[in-house]
Nanobody, 120 residues
Framework: QVHLVESGGGLVQPGGSLRLSCTAS????????MGWYRQAPGKERELVAR??????DYAGSVKGRFAISRDNAKNTVYLQMNSLGPEDTAVYYC???????????????WGQGTLVTVSS
């Protein structure tokens, strides 16, 4: 079993910053991709950022404001969010593609979601 625990969401004023964290635990052999998605009310879930093999990928709307990083020793991915605006308000979900012990294929797992609200 693979479990994801997210933290770091909350209420922040426009222009502020937040850092999200997501830690994977369980019988993990390797983690391929770690990333963050978000879903705003009434909208589809969308990719925010992901990191794999040292390469990063960002949604155009967050490029230059958000930074994704990972600590492989801790199986943790971070999302540093700066210059937040009301349009960033959403539930943010951690997403990982892992190779569990005993399997030969990657499994995709989602976190429970953490709410980020940007409002004055």
């Amino acid at each position: 079993q693979v479990h994801l625990v997210e933290s770091g969401g909350g209420l922040v004023q426009p222009g502020g910053s937040l850092r999200l964290s997501c830690t994977a635990s369980g019988s993990i052999v390797d983690i391929n991709t770690m990333g963050w998605y978000r879903q705003a009310p009434g909208k589809e879930r969308e990719l925010v950022a992901r990191i794999a093999n040292g390469a990063t990928d960002y949604a155009g709307s967050v490029k230059g404001r958000f930074a994704i990083s990972r600590d492989n020793a801790k199986n943790t991915v971070y999302l540093q969010m700066n210059s937040l605006g009301p349009e960033d308000t959403a539930v943010y979900y951690c997403n990982v593609k892992v190779l569990p012990l005993g399997l030969s294929r990657l499994l995709e797992r989602w976190g429970q979601g953490t709410l980020v609200t940007v409002s004055s």
